[in-house]
């Protein structure tokens, strides 16, 4: 359904144009989940916002393609990408309050999208956006749909920007940060609400999260970024069990257990490096404990380390089995 | 794990109460209780976790134990000092430059117009009496404990990642050699490579100096690495307060169940359905347990009857009904 072929975004900054992502490829079929999971700076997000094409426009150059049914996104007139957001695919973002109008209600937020794509009566919209409401299980929904966004918790904030999202029955949901401002608790039940709302529906869901954690527990599938580039790609527990590449490898051992106690945590020396100024070799190679003389030299390929598992790591390609 | 008697106790908390005015006035005044007759010690170079999900009360808690705050009821003795009722002020002066406080976000904690120099020597001007050479020698040798190079002293804080940056507030902590840091949600955040690194060098500083911590989180895993007991906070209140071992391997208040479930574990395969609902408004509180509307052992006495918090076994203190004869 959605097929990412070599990916590239340039920004502009005052001294030129600086690559943030760099030639990413990823599938998704109908009906599934895939995980984004880097660290800040990894262009998980710029890759999300890409899909929809949300970048400003003057100071963004992409290339590659963005095939959704058959048809590039990238090379789609914007007046026909505009019926497509929010209608075929739609997005929810961390902060739930920045993406809500302080000064509408909900019930007028959620019909918007309705009035627009799908040319309800205001008061259609108005009953449409109660059972949606019902739907991401906001209690009492008919009385809740005339609140302002600041009379809801954090929590609900996000279930309303879930059914604002959800209203045209998108066939792709991306949730970028989804739950990272919420609480453990209502993380869990936001995570709950988009499995069942997933079922009900039959979307696809991209979940992007700097939580390897939770975007395993959450997907079926999972890419791991590292500065711009998809490092790793392979099934959810394929990258939490048996992780290959050392940068998803160090990630994963650095999140400190919940279940066991450590004199000391796992930390992956150094840092990052900044979009513009990275290294010639792999951009992991300065923070990597297997690099070779070959990785600082020139950026390794995309590789098949098993079936179904890419790795960006010849040390590993060649000193590995995989697992049966 | 440490033997927790007073007499170790560096840090002692009773009956700590915060209310907030939240409008109103005179009969139809309404008051928020955000921290409801609170107690706890923290003992010489001892970490107490605090947990607790936003509301519970644990940055209010944090702010009055290093006297940013201050307290409505209840005492904190410090030291041996009582900062809170009369004559508060001027003991917390005796006290004030032991303790430090680390928050969350590291760029809201320096002027980004000051050299990291001067951030971090910022104690030691507002304490004064020290020579420009031994100030500077100072930020130097601050500079190297929490790992950054000594020529970073002439940069500012923009030039830094969100990781540096926090070394850098931490090197300000330290400036007065200080013996109990207040950290609130201080890794929170860091990506979790960073995170490992700044977590570590809070561990070896401890080690190193003997610092005491209150270590305010809301992610769990971190507050296991770090904590020596934890604290679980709820509307304001402690729900249970245990060594950290029993605390994550037989958790005993249905919350300290709730929040330990509610962490992703894709190794788990099925997980439980989440506790139900939010916490519930201050304003209002239920007259018998706060969790009562949300907890799925709930019976008739938890509706009415606030529980009290009561050891339930050495070092374990619990406040739930469940655990009463």
Known sequence: MLDVQNLSVDFRVDSGWIRSVSDVSFALPANSTLGIVGESGSGKSVTALSILRLHAARTTRMSGKIMFDGNDLLAMPERRLRDLRGRDIAMIFQDPMHSL???????????????????????????RAVELLDMVRIPDAKSRVTEFPHRLSGGMRQRVMIAMAIACRPRLL??????????????????????????????????????????????????????????????????????????????????????????????????????????PGCNFAPRCA??????????????????????????????????? | MKDMTTDTAIIQVRNLTRDFDVGGKGRGKRVLRAVNDVSFDVAQGET????????????????????????????????????????????????????????????????????????????IDVRGGWSRKDRMDRVHELLETVGLARQFADRYPHEFSGGQRQRIVIARALALDPSFVVCDEAVA????SMQAQVINLLMDLQDKMG???????????????????????????????????????????????????????????????????????????????????????????????????REIEPGRSVACHLYED
């Not at chain 1, 999260?209 to 959810?236: C, K, N, Q, T, W």
Request: overall charge negative.
């Open chain 2, 189 to 192: 955040a860091l990506d979790v």
């Open chain 1, 290 to 324: 297997l690099a070779e003389p070959a990785c600082h030299a020139a950026p390794p390929p995309l590789e098949a380390f098993a079936p179904g598992h890419f790795i960006r790591c010849p040390v590993r390609m060649k000193t590995t089995e995989p697992a049966e």
């Open chain 2, 48 to 123: 107490l976790g605090v947990v607790g999900e936003s509301g519970s009360g644990k940055s209010t808690i944090g702010r009055m134990l290093v006297g940013l705050l201050p307290a409505t009821s209840g005492r904190i003795d410090l030291f041996g000092e009582t900062i809170t009722g009369d004559g508060g002020r001027r003991a917390l002066s005796r006290v004030r430059h032991k303790l430090q406080f680390v928050f969350q976000d590291p760029h809201a904690a320096m002027n980004p117009r000051m050299r990291v120099s001067d951030v971090i020597a910022e104690p």
């Open chain 1, 101 to 127: 109008n302080p000064v509408l209600t909900i019930g007028d937020q959620i019909g918007e999208t309705l009035r627009i794509h799908q040319g309800l009566s205001a008061t259609e919209a108005r009953n």
């Open chain 1, 174 to 279: 991306i949730a970028d940060e989804p739950t990272t401002a919420l609480d453990v608790t209502v993380q869990a039940q936001i995570l709950e609400l988009l499995r069942e709302l997933r079922q009900e529906i039959g979307m696809s869901v991209i979940l992007i999260s700097h939580d390897l954690g939770l975007v395993a527990e959450f997907s079926e599938r999972v890419i791991v970024m590292y500065a711009g580039e998809l490092v790793e790609d392979a099934p959810a527990r394929t990258v939490f069990d048996t992780p290959q590449h050392p940068y998803s490898e160090g990630l994963l051992r650095a999140i400190p257990s919940p279940d066991e106690d450590v004199s000391r945590l796992y930390a992956i020396p150094g840092r990052i490096p900044d979009p513009g100024n990275r290294p």
């Open chain 2, 211 to 309: 610092l005491s911590y209150l270590f305010i989180a809301h992610d769990l895993a971190v507050v296991r690495a770090v904590s020596t007991r934890i604290a679980v906070l709820y509307a304001g209140e402690i729900v249970e307060i245990a060594p950290k071992r029993a605390l994550y391997e037989v958790p005993k208040h249905p919350y300290t169940k709730a929040l330990l479930e509610a962490i992703p574990r894709p190794e788990a395969g099925v997980r439980q359905p989440p506790i139900r609902g939010e916490v519930p408004s201050l304003l209002n509180r239920p007259p018998g347990c706060t969790l009562c509307p949300r907890c799925p052992r709930a019976f008739d006495r938890c509706r009415v009857e606030a529980p009290k918090l």
